[in-house]
């Protein structure tokens, strides 16, 4: 049987690969989704190390352009942070990749399709859901998952097939991403303990401060200190190189798994963290109250269901629409502050700015309205909460 599978190369996937092939007689199409968090080095090694284990074709699908085009274009757009903390980047990521291997099995016709995850997180949920919406005829194989092996016994299996490599178990699991990078291990699994600073893979080298500029172009970042960008993910890529050396972004977000459990996983994603408060300090300048209303809440519900693995929902779409709709004016330059483990926001430049002079300042003067119009709109604004408390007055005194 024809099958494609969503590869890392780890020694997850490196067993179902074995597996699959030599236990089960598949014929295996291994599948690498970049969504920008491999070199090209890492590339090359992992399609060679593929083809050593046995698949019969490796793929890799360059996803990053599209990754940012049609999901984290909309993460900025909507100011998402999972509870206020967490920039989705593994959710976003997941399903991003789980599309993509549906898409490739699709095109080479696979009659079944295999991932690697196991049996205890959300991962498992976003690539089952992708591949029946996909290819709701093709068989999914889960053999992590449906075997329920413990790490040591996948590297004895591995073993006995010949496949002898350095599977010693880091102290903490990385996955990076162009939208950040989650850190597990040993202080994630409880609900006490934060993450050591040896744990983030990127340390603290930077110790002076430093000021730069962020020029957004209809809600995308599109300059940094001045330099344009032709495509915002090199913005994107440019701002981690300024921001990451100063420790910032790293957090530990707690949330609600899929499958209904608490789960507790550590992260650090400056640029994320700095875009998304950048663009919302932006559009508080430069949108009306109630457009920041409803942009707060389909927001929260885009969040909510792309981390459920939702993606593919129709409704996305419409919020997405939405959300573009709403960036016409969100056009502007941001300063922002960068030192050591924080970032603070300084302010912004743009000239759709509604904290325009020529209508007034805040509790000092106005231009656009007279203490009369104040008084009588008062009057107005307050008459059905006093016809109310009359009334309770008069029902009272019966």
């Given at each position: 049987m024809k099958v494609v599978l969503a590869y890392s190369g780890g020694l997850d996937t490196s067993f179902c690969v074995k597996y699959l092939t030599e236990e089960l007689g598949h014929e295996i199409h291994s599948v690498l989704v970049d969504t920008g968090g491999f070199t090209e080095e890492e590339i090359k090694d992992i399609e060679t190390k593929a083809y050593e284990l046995g698949v019969k074709h490796h793929h890799t699908a360059r996803m990053v352009g599209e990754y940012y085009q049609k999901c984290i274009r909309y993460l900025v757009y909507g100011n998402i942070l999972k509870n206020n903390t967490y920039p989705l980047s593994v959710s976003a990521e997941r399903m991003f990749q789980?599309?993509?291997?549906?898409?490739?099995?699709?095109?080479?016709?696979?009659?079944?399709?295999?991932?690697?995850?196991?049996?205890?997180?959300n991962d498992q949920v976003r690539f089952d859901m992708v591949f029946r919406i996909v290819l709701p005829n093709a068989?999914?194989?889960?053999?992590?998952?449906d075997l329920r092996l413990s790490r040591e016994a996948e590297i004895e299996f591995l073993k006995s097939k010949g496949v002898v490599r350095e599977w010693h178990k880091a102290a903490y699991s990385i996955n990076k991403g162009l939208w950040g990078t989650s850190v597990g291990g040993r202080e994630t699994l409880t609900s006490d303990g934060f993450l050591p600073e040896s744990a983030f893979p990127t340390q603290v080298t930077k110790k002076k401060g430093s000021e730069i500029t962020l020029q957004f172009v209809k809600g995308e970042l599109k300059g940094v200190n001045g330099r344009r960008f032709k495509n915002p993910v090199d913005a994107i890529r440019r701002l981690s190189e300024l921001a990451s050396p100063y420790g910032i972004g790293r957090d530990i977000h707690v949330g609600d798994?899929?499958?209904?459990?608490?789960?507790?996983?550590?992260?650090?994603?400056?640029?994320?963290l700095i875009i998304i408060k950048a663009h919302h300090l932006l559009e508080k300048h430069v949108l009306t109250k109630w457009q920041q209303y409803w942009k707060q809440n389909l927001a929260e519900w885009y969040g909510m269901l792309l981390h459920e693995g939702q993606f593919l929902e129709p409704l996305m779409r419409n919020i997405e629409t939405f959300l573009e709709s709403t960036q016409t004016n969100v056009t502007g330059e941001v300063r922002v502050q960068l030192a050591p483990y924080h970032f603070q926001l300084l302010g912004i430049k743009s000239d759709y700015d509604m904290m325009s002079p020529v209508f007034g300042s805040y509790g000092e003067m106005n231009n656009a309205w007279s203490g009369d119009d104040v008084r009588g709109f008062s009057k107005i604004m307050s008459n059905q909460v006093m016809i109310h408390e009359k009334i309770a007055e008069l029902v009272a005194k019966k």
């Open positions: 789980a599309v993509a291997v549906a898409d490739y099995a699709k095109e080479i016709g696979a009659e079944a399709v295999a991932h690697g995850s196991t049996g205890a997180g068989q999914i194989i889960t053999p992590i998952r798994t899929i499958i209904g459990i608490k789960g507790r996983v550590g992260f650090e994603a400056a640029a994320p």
